[in-house]
């Protein structure tokens, strides 16, 4: 390593500053060659990660989701049997969701076991807008009809108390319009068509992911608690109350028939109404690839100013630094990136950034130390790499102010450059 505490004057274009700043300009482009291979290293991972967790969630069940219970009564139209579908006039849900973390390698997910009690009322028939001449409709067949997900990870016996009577479910062929789906429906049940159908159900259901409902009643009250610290309420609706703290959550959700677009009844198939579900996830925050990568999109930045720094010691001390030196610099500025994909995947974002920048902010000064023999360059040079590593964090975690923050810096960086560069000979080349 070639040092030179003397002041040196360029002999031709490879020596005079222009040069140097081509040649620190060309590396910082060639370090983007490696910087995107971190990039793909980070996508490679998180893609792994969602393999892993589907699988997990599969085994455990996936997604639960609950429509109905649907009052459907058969009917002949046109010599052939279509169906007439009334939806309850009120429908009450109380479900308690118990959490567990699975574990696969360094990937993990949420899994649940979730008590879901539901209860109402169908009004009587006869008090429906009748579309059809109600005299057609064959009460003495009609079911209760519930289409849902992953039946495989309902536990014991799923039945409905009708007006008293249990009427337990068996699982039946997909209803058109809901192909994605499974549906569980009752025996023929004889119902009184001037009389109001009081229900209740109480069903057991494993799951993963999340839990959505479709609030079918023309007034839905739906409560949900859980011991699940940091739970995502999204889809249609969203709760009118909710409290979150870090022993879980209890939300309610009240959804009037005027908050929806769709009506009561149908005839002839039941439509999918999934887009207006109200949805609770259970996912765990891994966003600690998110934030590798956005932390490597500003790799350019960090290079580049490191690189600058460098060159202003180098051209205001007159200290010759070699092209092979900014090199091996460049080259610990990227491994900054890779430290921090490994460690996060056995720790967390924050711990990972914390010893991943330490260690290279570390690096980098002992290594300058040896390079420029001068202890308050060096101290120079580990201080703006520590701020710019804390800068990059900050911007990181702030998110919605990230912007913000983000040009307040680069303004504050660019007028330190123009303050410090301000004095610096342009000289001709010779």
Known sequence: METNNQSHQ?????????????????????????????????WEREALQDNVKKEINGQYGGEVYLYGPVLKIPYLSAGQIAYAYYFPETLNIK???????KNRNVYKTTVFKSVIQCNGYYKPIMQHKQEINPQILQWDKATILV???????????????????????????????????????????????????????NVNYDGSERI???????????????????????GNFLPVSKHIDSSGFAA???????????????????????????????????NEYQQNERTAKYGFLVIGLTFLVFFLIQTI????????????????????????????????????????????????????????????LTLLVGASLATLYTFIYVIIKLEDYALLAGSIGLFAILAAVMYFSRKIEWQPVQ
């Open 10 to 42: 360029p002999q031709g274009f490879m020596e005079s500053i222009t040069a140097r700043v081509i040649m620190v300009g060309v590396l910082t482009l060639i370090l983007l060659i490696p910087l995107q291979f971190v990039k793909s290293l980070i």
């Open 95 to 101: 479900s308690d969701v118990k959490t567990e973390e």
């Open 147 to 201: 289409t849902s997900k992953n039946l495989k990870t309902i536990k014991g016996a799923f039945s409905i108390s009708i007006n008293g009577r249990s009427c337990p479910f068996e699982p039946t062929v997909k209803e058109p319009g809901t192909m994605a789906f499974e549906s569980l429906e009752t025996q023929p049940i004889s119902i009184n068509p001037n009389a109001s159908l009081q229900y209740s159900i």
């Open 212 to 234: 959505s409902v479709i609030p079918i009643g023309k007034l839905n009250d739906i409560k949900m608690k859980s011991d699940w610290p940091d739970p995502k309420f999204t």
């Open 252 to 286: 309610n959700w009240k959804v009037s028939h005027l908050n929806r677009p769709f009506v009561q009844q149908y005839f002839g198939s039941l439509p999918d109404l999934k887009a207006y579900a109200l949805t609770t996830e259970f996912l765990i925050k891994n």
């Open 317 to 376: 001390s007159k200290i010759f630094i070699h092209i092979f030196q900014y090199t091996m610099i460049g080259l610990a500025l990227i491994m900054f990136y890779t430290l921090l994909v490994s460690i996060t995947e056995h720790s967390s974002f924050n711990l990972a950034y914390s010893i991943a920048g330490t260690a290279v902010v570390s690096m980098i000064t002992l290594y300058t130390a040896a390079v420029l023999k001068n202890r308050k």
